[in-house]
């Protein structure tokens, strides 16, 4: 059942709204109905009984000949009179039990004063007609038939319908959009903060529980970016603090007359330099992007790239479709393909970039490289920050564990993915993906 309901709340409360409406209007109509029909019954009845109690004694105290005159002027268009001789037998009462059948045969004997048993049967010409007798003290059968009378359905019915059903979908439609908008806006700054760990407040409006969630919304955004910010702070004095004992032991080094103790130690300087950048560097990764989205000539941006590396005396191609265009933050991109280039740089050697389009119309930005790649249980992991493969990146690499970590996060402002996945024909491919 659930399966068949929708799948936004719009449109369940929408649905819900339509199908309450609809069947209180049925429930109405049907209700409306069955009185029209009870009253109808009863006026039918009403006025049977007081012709009955006008034709029956004409008919007693009249010859056969003035009985056809009587008969003939006390007909009527909701029913008729007819007069068989006598010794003819009436159907068996027993035959009709309805509550139709009971009211004019109540009536009709009490307006008659009991004199009279009255007897029902069904017409045999049609199912909703009645036939009631009664027998004349001559043993005559009087037969009343009922005309089964047909509600007349006018087309101004299913106009009225129509704009009924008209005015409850417009009217649904505003009352459920009004209650759902700001869930719809709390929910999108919901996915935005999980993904980026930024988003702008929110208008606490809307309904009292709606309004109490965006404020603690806010207030928890608020305190996110407070943490965030005191991250970064923290690093940032940690590294300013570093600097200057690092720069006591390179100097102290120098002064070493040892040379392989003087190597060791401009290695481990080198090491914990690298780790402090890129933790700062990671920190600030995490925090808004004040970056500005522009136009940007990806081919152009990439060659420059590339061109950088070669210059550099790495193997790095560029291929694909250069021609690609989009708005976006080029230096928070330009970063991005740069970690993930060093990183296949560092571990795996040769690396081929390639432009494409995924699906959706985004952009996609292949970093492969032939490396022995990853296992697969550990490729989430990877992203997580100071992490590390110890077969591969280790200390004598220089590798630090941040480099997928800022490159995962510099993506989240660019709105992209960036995955890793295993080549069938060995190594391993970053793709990054980003709305053009």
Not at 227 to 237: F, K, P, Q, S, T
Not at 244 to 251: A, E
Not at 322 to 351: C, E, S
């Amino acid at each position: 059942m659930t399966a068949l309901m929708p799948r936004t709340l719009f449109l369940r409360l929408a649905l819900a709204w339509c199908l309450t409406l609809l069947a209180t209007h049925l429930i109405t109509a049907g209700a409306g109905h069955f009185q029209i029909v009870g009253d109808h019954t009863t006026e039918r009845s009403y006025y049977l009984a007081k012709d009955l109690s006008l034709l029956v004694p004409a008919l007693e105290s009249s010859d056969w000949q003035a009985r056809s005159a009587w008969l003939n002027r006390m007909q009527r268009k909701a029913y008729s009179f007819h007069l068989a001789p006598a010794g003819t037998r009436a159907p068996r009462a027993d035959k009709v039990t309805s509550e139709r059948a009971r009211a004019f045969t109540g009536v009709i004997a009490q307006e008659l004063n009991g004199r009279y048993a009255v007897g029902a049967s069904a017409s045999p010409d049609s199912d909703q007609a009645l036939h009631l007798h009664l027998t004349l003290t001559d043993g005559a059968l009087l037969t009343v038939a009922l005309h089964a009378t047909e509600q007349q359905v006018h087309w101004w019915g299913g106009v009225i319908f129509l704009l009924q059903a008209l005015a409850v979908a417009v009217l649904t439609w505003i009352a459920v959009r009004q209650a759902t908008a700001p869930l719809q806006r709390l929910a999108e700054a919901a996915e935005e903060l999980g993904t980026s760990m930024q988003c702008e407040p929110i208008a606490e409006d809307g309904p009292l529980e709606v309004a109490r969630a965006a404020a603690a919304f806010n207030a928890m955004g608020r305190r996110i970016k407070e943490h965030l910010a005191e991250r970064v702070r923290i690093l940032a004095a940690i590294s300013h603090d570093l600097q200057t004992p690092i720069t006591r032991m390179r100097l102290r080094a120098d002064l070493m007359a040892n040379p392989a103790l003087r190597a060791k130690m401009e290695s481990d300087l080198n090491a914990m330099q690298v780790l402090v950048e890129e933790g700062i560097a990671y920190a600030r990764s995490a925090d808004r992007i004040t970056e500005a989205p522009c136009l940007v000539d990806i081919g152009a941006l990439l060659d420059t790239l590339v061109c950088d590396y070669v210059d550099a005396g790495h193997s790095v191609q560029l291929g694909g479709d250069l021609a690609q265009v989009a708005t976006t933050r080029p230096h928070t991109l330009r970063r991005i393909v740069m970690n993930l280039t060093d990183n296949a740089l560092k571990f795996a050697g040769p690396v081929e970039i390639d432009v494409g389009t995924a699906k959706d119309g985004l952009l996609a930005l292949h970093v492969r490289d032939r490396g022995p790649g990853i296992a697969p249980e550990l490729i989430e992991q990877v992203f997580q920050p100071f992490y590390r493969i110890e077969s591969s990146r280790n200390r004598g690499t220089g590798g630090t564990g941040l480099g997928l970590a800022i490159a995962q996060q510099l993506s989240l402002a660019l709105d992209g993915t960036l995955t890793l996945v295993n080549r069938d024909s060995g190594g391993l491919e970053a793709t990054l993906t980003f709305p053009t």
